[in-house]
């Protein structure tokens, strides 16, 4: 998929968490929140329909950006339980220690040496990661998930900007139609859960 398509699907990880919060945290759920997170699937479909329906690669790049979500979203409640009282660093430090392990997987499936540009890249941006996680870790820490997640937003324009000057991609307009639904169930579900909270 196109680096604006698979950003915009990833936003549906709010939409995810809300599903993962009934069912695991045993929270309830209204009827706001519910509408939200079907309209937003709506706008999964939307960004992803027309180009999987027309080829298979852009459909398993659509199911693995899902899917991406649907893991975001597990991290995400992972992550709200943790921040409490666990420290951020000792939580950055054991999601790297983890991905890299995880990561090793991949040997199975044959193993290609990168070249010094390929090994400094990696390096980059395993150093990229490293900050960005801890830099989260640390604002979950300070601050509320209600407030902080409409900042994940902001990676659509740079996934627009990216993909344009890196890759040559514009969004089609479907994407934009689809995103702007997503971000916008995204972000009734936040409103929603502040002014729950703040009843609370």
Known sequence: LPLADATAIGFAAPLFVVILAALILSERVHIYRWSAVIVG????????????????GALYGAMFALTGAGLTAVAMIFLRHMSAHEH???????FMLTSAAVSLTTLLFGWNWPTPWEAVILILTGLAGGIGQLFLSFSYRFGEASVLAPFDYAAMIWAVIL???????????????GG?????????ILWRERRLARAR
């Open 163 to 177: 993909g344009y000057f890196l890759f040559g991609e514009l969004p089609v307009p479907q994407v934009w139609l």
């Open 88 to 94: 951020s660093i000792t939580i950055a430090f054991y």
């Open 180 to 188: 702007v639904i997503v971000i916008a169930s995204g972000l009734l």
């Open 41 to 56: 699937f709506v706008g999964v479909l939307i960004i992803a329909g027309p180009e999987a329906s027309l080829s298979r």
